[in-house]
């Protein structure tokens, strides 16, 4: 296993003291959810990516950080670098099974930060699968509930994402957004809730949160 490289990716998606105060925080979070990496993960991890999918990397998978590692790559790089196609969903089953699978054997318990178990999860969070974003809502509550007062608000309004997934695949089975990039039709009920345009991934963060923008 390629220590270094696993490194390299939770060193650039959790950078030193990206978490000393809340305007770093908030500077971070518009890296993580608001594209602000993009042309960074598309230059410097297109390549690896491309190694995760052939399952070259599976080797990532003995140690609960490097485990972590992967699971980046399968389920946030993909969505970067594959924007727009249906290839941007295509690693999702396995990103699942991975986080399914460390839950299990004791590798998300055994990570240290709200943050890195918050990625751990998230591609449950992604899924179709009503019990994996059943899972999730539970986890999310879970790290609100031990949050140090800096990460508090911020896992908030993450296990609130989580909650909201969870009830749009309870309505309608599906995430709809994702249907014309799928090549799925859409059903007249979705039609109405995508022309509404308030979709979970691009709510906005609330004002105490948002403020904190300012100095990012």
Known sequence: ??????????????????????????HQWLRWFRGGADAEIIEQFSLLLKRAITGELDDWLQEPRSRLALIIVLDQFSRTVYRGTPQAFAQDPKACRLALEGIEIGHYAALKTPWEKTFFFLPLGHSEDLKNLELVTRLADDLVQSASPLD?????????QA?????????????????????RPSTPEELQYLAIGELVHQRSL???????FVNA
Do not use: C
Not at 10 to 26: C, H, M, Y
Not at 168 to 175: D, K, L
Not at 206 to 212: A, E, Y
């Open 1 to 26: 296993m390629n220590t270094k490289e696993y490194e390299d990716v939770l060193q650039f998606w959790f950078p030193q003291s990206f978490d000393k105060d809340q305007s770093t925080l908030a």
């Open 163 to 183: 909650h909201r997934h969870r009830e749009i695949v309870a309505r309608f089975g599906r995430h709809p957004h994702r249907n014309e990039v799928l090549g």
């Open 152 to 160: 508090r608000a911020w896992l908030e309004f993450s296990a609130e």
């Open 206 to 212: 609330p004002p105490h949160l948002s403020k904190f």
